[in-house]
Every structure is written in C-alpha cells, then in structure tokens.
C-alpha cells in the first residue's frame, strides 16, 4: 500500500460521519443505536406506567381525605331534617339543637381542608351558612311550616350535591357503586322529613288528603328496593331493610285508621306518638345505613390510595429492574458482539499493515518461505465472527503462501540469471582470451585496430554480465582484500570503455578504497563514463573532476556536453537513483541507472545527476559520486605485495592531446628483478615519478544511451615520448604502433613459438638513482624479457592466467604497449641485445598496479612434490602431435596415451564405487552457495560518512 493511500483511509477515519448516513456509522454507534431505542421506548412505557401509578395514587390519597366529610355531611342533613321535623311537630328535643349545631361547625372545618376543590368547598360553606340560616328562621316566632320545610329541602338538597360533587370525582366502579348507595339511602332517608311533614299537615288540617302520605311512603318503599339490590351479599343490611319497609307499612296502616276515624268521628285523635316513634326507629336505621355508606366510602376511597400507592411503587420497582436488567443483558450482547469485530479489526488491519509487510519483507530475505509466520486473529468462537476470523486468516496464509512461491519463484530467477551471467562471462573471458592471442600474433594494424574494437566490444559484454548479477542480487566474487589506491581504481574504470581517449582526469586526490569496495565503484564508474562517452558529441571530452566534501569525503564528477535531459525526467531519474535500484517495468531498459544505484547503495555512496550548463542547447549532464569516509582508506603500502581484480578489459589510458611532453622513468643500471610471469618487480609508489597532469576545463556529462547510439571513435594523436637510444618504431596508419608478435617474450600456448630470435626490451640508462625510504630495493624501470623467454623451453613456461582479471599476467598488457616492428622491416642483426625500449606512463602506472608482486618469488629448484609426474606427463602429452586421420581431417587418439599416472582406486582394497544422490548433490552445493552468498553480504563493510548536500540519481532515457 502506497503513502497515498494510507493517508486518504488515515483522513477518511478522522473525518466525522454525518448524522443520517447510517451507512458510515461505526460499528459502536450502530450497537448503540439499536439498543438505545427499544431501551427507551421501555424506559418512555414504564415511566408513564408508573407516572400513572402514581397519579392515581395522589388522586385516591387526595379523595380520601376529601371523602372524609362525607359522613358530617350526611349527619348534618339528617340532624337538620330530624330537629326541623320535631319543631313542626312540637316534638322536638333541646339536644337536637346542639347536635346540629355541632354537626355545622365540623362540616365548617372540613370545608377548610387544602386538598378540597374550591367550587365544593364554596358550596360547602354555602351550605354551611343555610343551615345557620335555618336555626334562626326557626327562632323567630310566627313562622309558618311551609317555609321552614322548603326551606329545610333546599339545604338537603344542597348537601346531598356536595356529597354528589365528592364522590364523582373517585373514577373508581366500587367507589361509586358504594356512593350510587350512599345516595339510595340517603334519599330513602329524606322520604322520613316528607312523610312527617304531610302527617303534620293532617294533624292541623283533617281535611287534608292522605295522598301525600302514601306517595312519600311509596317512594320509600322503592329506595328501599334499590337497597335490598345493593345488600344483596349483606344479610345484616337486608334485615335493617326489612325492618325499615315494615315500618313503612306500619306507619301506613296508622294513617289509614286515623283517616277512617277522622271521617267517623271529628274529635277523634291522631296517633303521634306512634308515628313518631316508628319515624325515630327508621331516621336511626337510616341514619346508621348512610353513615356506614359514607364510612365505606371513605374506607375504600383509602384502601384503594393504599393499593394504587403500593402499586406505583410496585411497578416503579419493576420498570427499574426490568431496564437494568435489559440493559445489562444489551451490554453483554453488544460487548459480545463489539470485542470480537473490533480484534477482528485490529487483527485485519495488523495483517494488511504490519505483519504481512513484515512477513513479505522477512520472506525476501529469507531463502525458506517456511520459516514465515504469522499470528491469527483472536477471535476463538464458532460463530459468525469467529468464522470471519478465520476466513481472514486464510487470506492471510495464502498471502504468505503467495509471496512464498513468489520469493521462491525470485531465487530461481536469480540463480538462472546468476549461472547465465557466469556462463556470459565464461565464454567472455574464453573470447577475451582468444582475442588476445590474436592480437600478439597479428602484425596488420588494421587487423589489429579491429581486434582492439572487438576486444572492447567483449569487455562491454563482460560487463554487461556482471549487470546482470546485480540485477539477480548477486555479489561479484572479490579476491581483493588490499586497499587501491583512487587513481588505479579510476584508470581501471577508463580502460573498461572504448574511447578511453577522449577521458580527461585532473590531478587525483590521496585516499584509497577497500579491496571490497573497489570493484564495485570500477563497474559503477565505468556504467557512467561509458555513458558518458555515447552520449556525447565524439570530438567533445568527458572530465574527472574531483573534490574534497565537507565530511571527508571525495567528491567524484563527470561531465559531458550532450544534449541534456529535461528537468522533469531528471528529477524523476534522481528519485530513482535514491531508491537503491528498485525492479520495476523499466529496469530491463534502464539497466546502467539500476546498476548505478543498486551499487551506489549497497556501500553508501551517493549519486546525483545536474545539468553542467544552463544553456538550451547542450547543456550536458554532470553525475556527482560522492565516496563517504566509511569506504576511504589510507593509500595503500607503496612496495608491498597487492592483488588486484579487474571486473573487465584493462587498457592504458591514453593521454588527452592537449597534454606536453610526459617525463619518462629511466632504468637502473643493475639488472631488474623480474617476477615468473616475465614482467619487472614493481617499486614502491614514492620510488616512481608522477606524470604531470595538466588540468582540463570541465566537461558536462550527457544521459545513458543504449548500445546502439555508439559515436564514432575519434582519432587522437598519442602523446609525444622522449627519444630513445634507440629506433622508434614505425607507426601504421591508424596511428597504432605495429609491434612483433612475442616481442613481449610471452607467446600463448596455440602458437608455437618462433625460431628465429626477437629483439629484446632493454633498460635505457637512466638518470641518477631515487632515494627509497623502502624496505625494498627501488626500480626506476622494468626490463621486459626476450632472448630469455625464448630460449626457456615451452613445457617449462608458466600459462598465461586468464585475461581481465586484476591478477591476470600482466605481460600481456606490456606487449599491447610496446610497440612493434613492420612486417617488412625485419631487426637489423646489428642491433644490440640490451636495447632498451621507451615505457609511457600510463603503462609503467598500469603494469605497476596490474603486476602480482606475490609471482616474482622464484621457486625452489630443489622443491618436488607429488604432482610433478602428472605435470611432466602434461607437458609431454602437449608437445606430442596426434596423427591426423585422412580421410576424416581430425587428430586420431590413442587409448590410454594421455593417462596421468596414478590410479583412483586400488584393485586390491575391495572397495566399491560409491553411488551419489544427485538430489542430495544439488542440495549440498545449494546450501554451499547459499553460505557464500550470506558471508559475502555479511563481509560488507560498514559505511560511516555520506555526503550531507548529496543525493543520489540516475540517468534514465538512454540508460544501458
């Protein structure tokens, strides 16, 4: 996953979602809001439940403690009616008075109570004051009975609304069933006043009809059914009831017989004190009926406050334990449900971000894919989630898997591309081989002008092999352990391109690399100047320039004067070079530019690349290589022994024709010590004298052309020698020197070495010897071997060591210097055997560093080991001729004629040849490689310094 994307999924998590898009809700608010709304449309019911609750427990308290006044009420109008009954009758009692007014002042007081509604509290009071009005109208003398009667009805009527107003307001059946009673009752009562008044009617007036008797008497008669409906379940009331309508019936027969005897006799009397007394007997059961009616009331109108308080509370109990209950449980579902998705999530998220990243970058650099795990998502149940769970740890695994078998794929590829890079270079070194035997016994300069551009042509290829062993991440294989010095390292770059003469070099700062080090920066530099070189115009210059950084290190610049790349490629082409050479689409194209980088990074080097002019046209390219300090050593020990390995061909580099006359080193008098191989002993460093480097105007570099934008090789003058003692030889048209083939003293083993006698490389006399402050003895020159190398027999000469390597046989690279004779100009038979010959400085420089000190010990003559037999037969079976079959034109073998002597096993010892598992070989030497490669990268050494203002680029549209 790229920044870019990290940083839009980082900015979408961090922007809030909307209110409505429930889509982007997180999962916690989703849970929240699904358990949220039935929770509080529970918590909304119950909470009304119990507001009703509770309501109605407040009213039934509230009509409890109104139904209180109902009995005063009802004892009030009873009083009334009773003293106002007595009075007409003349009857009356004096405590009927006082319980009346007894009666007023309590109903007073109840109509004073808070929880009263003001309109019955005002009738109340109302009520209150007509009873008031009562006593005193029945104070006053004259009053007639018609209106202390109406008057006495409308305060009854007026209570009875009172109580009516009281009891309406209990939304209760039972209550007002039991005050649909109370009212019965009450009325029954008030039919007694009526009765007593129409019978005190006929007591005055005998002429009065009996009818309003008996109508008050049958209205009684009717409540008292309605009662005996009510006392149904009460036995003890329907009793009273009973007893009330008998003395219904009684008071009617009374009333008959004092109507039957008013007729036959006018001075006959009424019965009064029977009738009152059985009005007495009823007013009192009524009175007990309505008073046990309100009591009920009021109990019930209590009881039920009791219930619906209790209720409330009940219920309030419930709804809270219910709703804790319930969200509980919603809690432990949601958290159930919560936890799992959210380690899923973080499980998921640390797979795609953390260990699967981890995992793929352990698995290339692992070589056992296996190895590789990984830890699976904490989820453990069997459920949904759980299952999603495993499924992304499946997806996980195959990833793994996949990158597995991806890595593997990887390594086959590097290995197929490492053996075909070594098998490329094989058969390179094998031409490079042949090419140079061709050249030390071709004597036509076009010939062996051609052979020169071929033996390039070979040392690009070679080079273009050891590319692709970066590409498969392979490390060239190093025998140098010594430190080389800067200036070898960057004539060793030069002499692996082709116009190594349009290479201009000022003067080469001290400081030398490490041995492991060195061959990686001659490839990198030689990507760049061949680069270099094919993207400039061909009679422009390529410069070295150098420089001290500001940490330390040397600052390495190459400039040409091509074309230019534009700003926006160079950019992206510095990007490129800064990552340490990443595979991608455009890496088979731009091969150089991955080379470059993947070496720059792997010993800390920094590479960049910037136009050198700011001119429109040719503005050329720059590459600046900074070499950190972690790589730079001391200069090497200037007599000591050191090997060298070359990465491709090695030429001499050829002076810039704007350079004068170069000083030449002058031989010793004494004889020169040589090594095996036929080159001199080389001096020591400061024994040599340093050519004089002219500096050059500095050159802008162009961008990596592919093989095929090759300029054409400019010609240049050589650069002008000092005369010799001896005759220059002639030069051919090319500008070549034409040398004599083995004039070098070294002739490859498939040419048979001529017999007639070659003009041997003398030393010149010289000038005065240098003071060494060596160990060693000091060399002013070399002397190349002639007559000596011809005389020593040809099975006794050591084999040339394979070409391009460092510690290949460096007179070889003698011989391509020396210069040759014409083919028509045979050596005059006068010319003395001790002639010395001219060296440039760019040979004696280069046979220096290219010598093998370690092969100038002579062997011991005395020295024999077991092997020599087999080299003597070697040397025989190599100077025998086979016959030649005539027919077919091949040599002819003979068995058994080139058998080293020897045997591999004794026929007598009984043992047999064992039989090898090639899988288990294969193995092995996998495992092998596999510990060379590990060593190798774990041998590489620790870069400590890199350039502060530099970084590192690369060239993109005509990369190699």
Known sequence: MSSTDEERERTAERRAPRVFDIDNWSLRAKITAVLALPVTVAMVLGGLRVA??????????????????????????????????????????????SNVEGQLDRVADFAETPDLPAQTAEAIEESVAQGRAILDLLDTPGTS?????????????GVIGEVDDIIRVIDDPEVIDKGALLGTAWNAQRTLFDQSVAMIEILFDRSTPINDVLATSGAELALLDSMSRYYAEQPDKLEQVDALRAAVAERGRLMEQTVRSFATNPQAQMPVIPLRASLLESRDTYRALVTDAAVDISSSVQARADDTRAAALRDTAIVVVTLLAALVLALMVSRSLVGPIRRLRYGALRAARRDLPEAIEQIRSTDDPRKVSF?????????????????????????????????????????????????????????????ESLEFEEKDPRRLEALFKLDHLAARMRRNGENLLVLAGTRTRRTQSESISLGDVLR??????????????????????????????????????????????????????????VDGGVLLEIADRGIGIPTDQLRAINERLASGGEIGPDTARHMGLFVVSRLAERHGLTVRMRATFDTARNPGITVSIHVPTGVLVSNPPLGGARSVERTGP????????????????????????????????????????????????????????????????????????????????????????KRTPGASGIAPDAVPAPQQSRPELQEQPSEPDRVSTGELPVTQGWTLPGAEAEQTPK???PAPAPRHRYRSDTAKTASFFAPRSGDDAPAPASRPADRSQQVTPIFAEMSRWLSDPAETAEPD?????????????????????????????????????????????????????????????????????????????????????????LRATGRGEGDQ
Do not use: C
């Open 650 to 737: 090695q030429r001499a580099v050829a002076a810039p024709a704007r350079q004068t006359e170069l000083p030449q080193r002058s031989a010793a008098p004494a004889a020169t010590e040589t090594t095996r191989s036929g080159l001199p002993r080389r001096a020591r460093r400061g024994d040599v004298a340093p050519a004089p480097a002219q500096a050059q105007d500095s050159a802008p570099t162009q961008q990596f052309s592919t093989y095929s934008q090759q300029p054409a090789r400019s010609e240049q003058p050589a650069p002008t020698e000092q005369a010799a003692p001896a005759a220059v030889p002639r030069k051919t048209l090319s500008g070549l020197p």
């Open 861 to 949: 003559p005395d020295w024999q080991s077991a092997g020599d037999s087999g080299w003597a037969a070697a040397a025989r079976v190599s100077e025998a001729s086979a016959p030649v079959d005539p027919e077919i034109g091949l040599p002819r073998r003979t068995p058994g004629d080139r058998l080293l002597p020897g045997k591999v096993e004794d026929a007598d010892t009984g043992t047999f040849r064992k039989v090898r598992d090639p899988d288990a070989i294969r193995a092995k030497l996998s495992r092998h490689q596999q510990g060379v490669r590990d060593g190798r990268a774990a041998r590489r050494p620790a870069v400590t310094g890199s350039a502060p203002h």
């Open 795 to 797: 099975a006794e000469r």
């Open 375 to 435: 830890d699976p998502v904490e989820v453990h149940t069997d459920e949904e989630i759980g299952q999603l769970a495993r499924a992304v740890d499946d997806i996980h695994a195959q990833a793994l898997r996949l990158a597995g078998e991806q890595a593997h794929l990887r390594l086959q590829i590097n290995d197929m591309f490492e053996t075909l890079a070594r098998r490329s270079k094989s058969l390179v070194d094998q031409q490079l081989g042949l090419i």
């Open 145 to 157: 009975t018609g209106a202390v009667a109406e008057r006495q009805t409308e305060f009854a009527e």
């Open 492 to 549: 060793a770059a030069i002499s692996e391109v082709e116009d190594y003469q349009r290479v201009q070099m000022d003067a080469v700062p001290d400081g030398a690399l490490a041995g492991s080090v060195a061959t990686d920066v001659v490839h990198m530099l030689a990507e760049l100047v061949d680069n270099a070189l094919r993207a400039s115009p061909p009679d422009s210059a390529v410069t070295f320039g150098f420089a001290r950084a």
């Open 52 to 97: 009703t609750e509770l309501e109605n427990a407040v009213h039934f308290t509230t009509a409890a403690e109104q139904i209180a006044g109902v009995p005063d009420l009802v004892a009030l109008e009873g009083a009334m009616g009773a003293m106002v009954s007595g009075h007409v009758s003349g009857t009356a009692e004096p405590q009927e008075r």
